[in-house]
């Protein structure tokens, strides 16, 4: 079968270690490449292996999951202990735009649709157990949760369930964390800016739904306000506080809530 991309380039087995793989593939949605840090757990994978893609902060890029919460560490505990099933777990950047990109499409790129749509299909064409019939999910943490709620709701026909942790919920809210000006996010219909618009007009169709936020976190209004929103709209979904702020230890530990959701949804 012909590869969606024009170039795409694996790590070799023989470099790799604690069993993180690096894809990088060539995509016109980004006019460019883009990277894919990839975690293949060690325990026995069977055909249609579920696929998480979780996505990272402003400042960040694929490989900050793994290397400032050790993502990949906790996952494969928690398989080998059979806590959770098993998953692959796709990182991949944001495109790298500014401070963020904030996964939309703006300045003539797509990131949008490199995750929804691309990320989805280097993870199938480069690891075979993962196909046509595995489960897909996505998470993020901060502007990576605004990612994940954003496009949980909005391709809700690609994804299985939906996790976000300290997240973003609305454009505006970037201005906390980036120097670019907010005008280079504006989309067309500014309903498909607003994770609330999106599960409203989605209501219907949403995978399961979980997020999580900090007590001490600056952005704990938003998430609290986000949840009252998708209560009055009677849209079900689990919302968790915490003690903590925004920041790696945070999320190193609440990482575990996602896995645990995504894993009773296989």
């Not at 016109?28 to 490449?33: A, C, D, E, T, W």
Request: with cysteine; proline share 4%; hydrophobic share 40%.
């Amino acid at each position: 079968m012909a590869s969606k991309f024009r170039t795409t380039e694996i790590s070799d087995p023989k470099f790799e270690s604690d069993h993180l793989r690096f894809i990088t593939v060539k995509t016109p949605n980004l006019k460019g490449r883009g990277d894919i840090c990839l975690f293949v757990p060690d325990v026995e994978l069977t055909a249609n292996t579920p696929l998480l893609i979780l996505l990272h902060g402003v400042y960040g890029s694929a490989w900050i999951w793994s290397q400032k919460a050790g993502v990949h560490r906790t996952a494969q505990k928690m398989m080998q202990a059979k806590t959770i099933k098993p998953m692959i777990i796709a990182m991949p950047s944001d495109g790298l735009w500014g401070d963020g990109s904030a996964y939309l499409p703006h300045n003539s790129l797509d990131f949008e649709k490199w995750i929804a749509e691309d990320v989805i299909e280097a993870v199938k064409e480069n690891i075979d157990v993962v196909t046509n019939a595995s489960k897909i999910f996505i998470a993020g943490l901060s502007m990576g949760g605004y990612g994940a709620l954003r496009l949980g709701a909005k391709y809700h026909q690609t994804f299985d369930g939906i996790s976000g942790h300290s997240s973003i919920t609305d454009v505006p809210q970037m201005a906390l964390f980036v120097e670019e000006n907010l005008n280079h996010y504006k989309q067309e219909n500014t309903a498909d800016e607003s994770v609330f618009e999106l599960m409203k007009l989605n209501k219907n169709q949403l995978p399961p739904l979980r997020f999580d936020c900090g007590k001490d976190d600056e952005l704990i209004e938003h998430n609290r306000k986000l949840h009252k929103q998708l209560e009055t709209e009677n849209i079900p979904h689990s919302y968790e506080e915490f003690s903590g702020k925004h920041e790696w230890v945070y999320w190193e530990e609440h990482v575990k809530d996602s896995l645990v959701f995504f894993s009773d949804l296989v």
